[in-house]
């Protein structure tokens, strides 16, 4: 089955430690995406990249960072100098369309990290 | 700069009665517009899409929205609500890769 698996599922850590979240897909999709969740609020987007080796600053990227060396993978760093990290993290990929025009994003099932 | 309004942060309904969920964006162009479907502790799962082909688009599960340029407006709406339809809705807007923007959510509630 094609998708998107993130690991793990929920994630605890201490305060000043940084945390790795995993993301893969299979559907041989160009462009990857972390957005941030937390209550009441709609998806913030972290991190994106639209293909390997390459990647921008979303709206919130202060605190975390990200690397693309596969297609297959893009995984997020939440790092200590992430003032508040407690939310549910959601990534994405899809196929980029240039301009104006944009396919639809699939998801992972999101993981769910919790600072002690 | 673009923008999502969804009007309503909960909806009440019983089961069986219709679903009206109410989008309006704010946009320099005409976007991609989608509506995603979240339940607790998941993923969020691709309802519909509008793409400028119709403006009455069909989605899973019933749903479906209308585009109405006019009103800037995209509403989500099912003739007739179930129990698994309970969960949180997401109105976006889509332009480039780097304009996806998304409505803080709609969650909707249905009544036995």
């Known amino acids: 089955d094609g998708g998107i698996t993130q690991s793990p599922k929920y994630l605890f850590r201490k305060e000043g430690q940084n945390v790795t979240l995993s993301c893969e897909q299979n559907?041989?999709?160009?462009?990857m995406y972390w957005y941030r969740q937390d209550p009441g609020q709609g998806l913030r987007l972290i991190y994106y990249s639209q293909i390997v080796n390459d990647f921008q600053k979303g709206d919130i990227a202060e605190g975390y960072s990200v690397s693309r060396e596969k297609k297959e993978s893009f995984p997020l760093t939440v790092t200590s100098a992430q003032k508040n990290p407690t939310a549910f993290y959601l990534c994405a990929s899809s196929i980029p369309v240039g301009s104006l025009r944009l396919n639809e994003q699939f998801f992972g099932p999101g993981t769910r990290l919790t600072v002690l | 700069a673009q923008s999502v309004t969804q009007l309503d942060s909960h909806v009440s309904v019983s089961e069986g009665t219709p679903v009206l969920l109410r989008c309006n964006y704010s946009?320099?162009?005409?976007?991609?517009l989608f509506w995603y479907v979240q339940h607790p502790n998941k993923g969020l799962q691709l309802l519909l899409k509008y793409t400028s082909a119709a403006t009455l688009v069909k989605g899973i599960n019933g749903f479906e929205a209308e585009f109405k340029k006019s009103e800037t407006s995209f509403h989500l709406t099912k003739p007739s609500a179930h129990m698994s339809d309970a969960a949180e809705y997401f109105c976006?807007?889509?332009?480039?890769?780097?304009?996806?923007?998304f409505g803080s959510g709609t969650q909707l509630t249905v009544l036995p």
């Open positions: 559907l041989n999709h160009d462009a």
């Open positions: 976006v807007a889509g332009g480039s890769a780097r304009q996806l923007t």
């Open positions: 946009s320099s162009y005409s976007p991609s």
